[in-house]
């Protein structure tokens, strides 16, 4: 099976209150980035990768590679306006030959070798596998402040990523969205839109996605008690 990955690290980081952008922000001793990379390095069946990031630190990202010690092809590109734009620029730079794609979040720096692997063979199998984890909490549909309904979540999942495509899936996936303007904040969705099957893989509640100062500071917390 030969895979391409895909690391989203094109946000501002705005909402995290930082002055770099998020995927550049230093955790543990290591930019947010670098962890992904070294879990990329990881897995076996990557053959390339392609990594989005901001205009004007590609360099920044050049250097993280290295310091990974990636041993497969890198390409480095400025991202887009939203993350829908900057992974369907990172799929026009994946090898035709790939079978199949992973597209990772670099704002989830502890996502595991093991659960990439698990999603690129399921991917493999059926189509399509996302990293996800059981709803735990009650679910309330609010309106105007108020509480309008309670939503049963039995059978809801929270979605994660690693998120692992053949390739010829999530491409067409983001030829359509693209020409009917269709947005979604996730490549699964774009991807179940075309009648493909996408299962889901049990990650875990660490695999934490960074947007809030508090989300940093419990991933900071996760890494400090593995040292």
């Not at 992973?102 to 996302?130: E, K, M, W, Y």
Request: with cysteine; aromatic share 4%; net charge neutral.
């Amino acid at each position: 099976m030969k895979a391409s990955a895909i690391i989203v690290a094109a946000g501002s980081g705005v909402r995290l209150g930082s002055s770099v952008p998020k995927a550049f922000v230093n955790i543990g001793g290591h930019t947010m980035l670098s962890y992904s990379l070294v879990t990329v390095r990881q897995v076996s069946s990557i053959d390339e990768v392609v990594i989005t990031v901001p205009a004007g630190f590609e360099n920044a990202a050049r250097a993280e590679v290295t310091a990974a010690g990636l041993g497969v092809p890198v390409k480095i590109t400025p991202g887009g306006i939203e993350r829908q734009d900057s992974v369907r620029i990172a799929l026009e730079l994946t090898s035709a030959e790939s079978e199949i794609v992973i597209v990772h979040d670099a704002a989830r720096p502890l996502a595991t070798s093991a659960i990439f692997d698990a999603c690129l063979i399921a991917a493999a199998r059926v189509g399509g596998a996302i990293a996800a984890i059981p709803v735990a909490d009650t679910l309330k549909r609010v309106a105007d402040g108020a509480i309008i309904a309670t939503v049963a979540r039995a059978g809801l999942w929270q979605a994660q990523t690693p998120q692992a495509f053949r390739r010829d899936l999530l491409v067409a996936a983001h030829q359509h969205a693209f020409s009917e303007k269709i947005a979604a904040t996730d490549d699964a969705d774009l991807v179940e839109r075309t009648g493909a099957r996408v299962e889901v893989v049990e990650a875990s509640t660490e695999n934490i996605k960074i947007t809030t100062r508090s989300d940093l500071a419990i991933v900071e917390a996760i890494i400090a008690a593995r040292k």
